[in-house]
């Protein structure tokens, strides 16, 4: 009797959790998202009724074993619908259009909230109070087995719990979902094709909650979310003893929070329209309304990739005094607004911002760069930086320094995410720029904090000082912009005067060298998304190429507009760009050489300067012309291997 009684409680439980599915279409009706809660709360997406994401369960476990997701009530549906515009602070557009349906699913405790855009679908969960969260739940289910775009952690590989120490700079692995290797990790974004459309896996507003990473060990087609433990105890060590080794963690992932990440799956027909999302950034909660004029963009004159390599001067160059007012005075006559001290003008070894080695004098510098129009960044390991940053603000900022690059957290923890927050809102106390390196790729944090001028999180051009040469930069730059990019902007480091065509590559870490041409350097400053953008090579050698530093250099930063034109992903993209009235337009190549036609009829009349492949850029990388004439309605271009091509029009 009690069996059969316990049998049928057992089915009024679930039957009391079974409700009609809930579901939402997108502004323009094509994306569907089906809900359904119960036994398991699971959500499902589909594009004009094909199939893309299968019921994927999602939920959350406390600290005291309670589960938001599985088995929860939820009282009712309440949906709305937002058509509305936002003006964007340092981005690629001025203006953001925001429109989307949503439904909330409240519940005891917690509620569920789904935004179905024309691009693409993000979910999160926002607590009544703060709570300790034990796990997550996060799962994408697809529907075949698409082919997936990966970057697998490339460091630390020995264990899964070991991958979680990332400096999130990896290339891609293509494969498809259930050939993922399940002794890896990747972190997000990631991209995967399904033949019809391509599907962008990341997450936005991230705040006071550990990142994302992916993971599928059962040969699948399903992702799920992996999230690094809370630390609980700490050691410094690493580079230069920069860095905060976790030595023990806690039996949970999130302490005291509220609200959640979004999840996020973009959708798009044509690969660019990736390269155009602003997905992550519109989702990502607003500045406050105060007057961050302040906060300036720009380029940066960059010391350490050209391994302070100037040359035609009476003075040993390296890290010194001497060096740097070259370096001000290059900026100066150029026009560029920044110069960056790198790691080298703080002692090393000792985690501490205040002891300058004796060959700098910050003060005298940064007096010297104010009299030349030139202002100053200072780079800070995250240790060193941590550890008084409000103290180490105030002391720098007297001195007139403008912002920090703050590297080497290399984790994305919910210690590390708050210390994002915390450093941007002490930094902008100070009216001072914040570019992170050793960085997870972007979640939208730059809308929260305009003075968070860049990220890294990318495998960019530093890393041909010392890339065997069989590593394909090449593809990768033309993969980015349709995975990387579209969580947010990278500092790639860009802007090498030696540039190796196919073959001729080779890592020397004292002069190095880009791979593919010279107008694939020139082209990335259009292509790739950077509010702080850096001259990484020798004002030297800038001065020996008068007219690609003067193009370099005369670029805007930040955008009004932004165009996708044209683009497939691993093989080249065509980038269009507006400030004001002047147009600036961007190809770049992969491997095989290429003709493309574009129609410029919407730049309108006027003349154009247009940089392109020289008849010899597949032998000789630094080969290019430099031409004049009336914008063309339409044009063909040739771009050689790894090869690129860039217009400037209007006024």
Known sequence: MKRILSLFLSFVAVAAYAAKPVTLSSPDGRLKATIQTGAQLTWSLERDGEGLIQPSKIGLTLQDGTVWGAGSRFRSAKKRSVNAEFDAILFKRSKVEDRYNEVTLPAKGFSVVFRLYNDGLAYRFVSAAPVTVKAETAEFSFAKDYKAYIPYVSQHTE??????????ESQYTVSAISKWDAKRLAFSPVTLDSGSVKLCVTEADLRNYPGLFLYNGNASCTLKGVFAPVPKEEEEGGHNMLQSIV?????????????????????????????????????????????????????????WWNDWNIYGVDFASGIN???????????????????ILDEGW???????????????????LSSYARSKGVNLILW????AFKKDMDAVCAHYSKLGIKGWKIDFMDRNDQDIVRFYEQAAVTAAKYHMTVDFHGAYPPTGLNRTYPNIVNYEGVYGLENMKW????????????TIPFIR?????????????RNAAAGNYRPVNSEPMSQGTRCHQLAEY???????????????????????????AGIPTVWDETIALDGKIGEYVVMARRKGSKWYLGALNGLQERNLTLDLSFIGPGEAVIFADGANAHRVGRDFTRSEAAVPGLITIHLAPGGGWVLEAGK
């Open 321 to 339: 005094n001497d060096t740097y007012k070259y370096y001000i005075d290059f900026a100066s006559a150029k026009g560029i607004e920044y110069v």
């Open 159 to 168: 264990t899964l719990q070991s991958q979680l120490m990332s400096s999130f």
């Open 467 to 478: 890339a065997a040469p069989e590593v394909d930069q090449v593809t990768y730059d033309v």
């Open 485 to 497: 990019l579209v969580a947010g902007p990278a500092d790639y480091t860009q802007g090498a005067m």
């Open 247 to 303: 030595t023990a963690a806690e039996p949970y992932i999130a302490k005291d929070a509220t609200e959640f990440p979004w999840r996020v799956v973009i959708v798009a027909k044509e690969d660019k329209e990736l390269a155009q999302s602003d997905m992550v950034y519109r989702l990502a909660k607003p500045a406050e309304p105060v007057d961050w004029s302040w906060v300036k963009p720009g380029k940066v004159a960059w010391d």
């Open 526 to 552: 259009v292509v790739f998304d950077a509010p702080l953008t850096m001259l990484c090579d020798s004002p030297s050698n800038y001065l020996q190429e008068p007219e690609c530093t003067d193009f370099i």
């Open 380 to 383: 800070a390991g995250y240790n």
């Open 346 to 364: 703080s002692v090393t070894g000792q985690s501490d911002l205040m002891q300058v080695v004796p060959e700098i004098d910050i003060p005298m």
